[in-house]
């Protein structure tokens, strides 16, 4: 199975602050790579697949990037509907596996 | 729009079968699949299987010996059962559509969450 390995494990920054999160996958993944948002209660939300391709609707604050086995999320000028937890999902090969999440805070 | 709902019993006890229905609207089960995702309580996501659009399954080899995934398409109803419970089964299990072998999970359903307990 591919290990998807996400840091950092909690975040906590400031409105208007530019955050990133990063995934590490265990092999080459060819940018198969997705980004979920969780808000509290809900269910998980696609932000941004194929590494970098934001989903309908997501404002454009939210960006993808990277490749091979290395990927980030960044989120420039955060705002309090940010906090979430985040997720990173490989869809290269089966099973799927999902990074075990950022929670990201308000400071 | 697109919809998916999860539905089935929020108690369970060890050993039994659980059996959860994902009804979907506003998309054909014949053009995409639908998974499941199970999420322990304050934890992360572990993808379980997916029917795809022509029938076919793929399993998670974690829980593939008591996994069935199954579908009735006149119904745009997905079905997933799973046996020997056991207390770490216990999360909230959510079905998700993802279009095509390969795809990301592009819509959610509001999960249904499950109690393995004696």
Known sequence: DIQMTQS????????GETVTIEC???EDIYSNLAWYQQKPGKSPQLLI???NSLNDGVPSRFSGS?????????INSLQSEDVSIYFCQQN?????????????ELK | QVQLKESGP????????????????GFSLTSNGVGWVRQPLGKGLVWMGTIWAGGSTNYNSAVQSRLSISRDTSKSQVFLKM????PEDTGTYYCARQPRIGDVMDAWGQGA?????S
């Open chain 1, 8 to 15: 950092p494990a909690s975040l906590s920054a400031s409105l």
């Open chain 1, 24 to 26: 590490l996958a265990s």
């Open chain 1, 49 to 51: 697949y194929y590494a």
């Open chain 1, 66 to 74: 990277g490749s091979g086995t290395q990927y980030s999320l960044k």
């Open chain 1, 92 to 104: 290269y090969d089966s099973p799927y596996t999902f990074g075990a999440g950022t929670k990201l």
């Open chain 2, 10 to 25: 929020g108690l369970m006890q060890p050993s039994e079968t659980l059996s959860l229905t994902c009804t979907v609207s």
């Open chain 2, 83 to 86: 046996n020997s419970l056991q």
């Open chain 2, 113 to 117: 969450s499950v109690t393995v307990s």
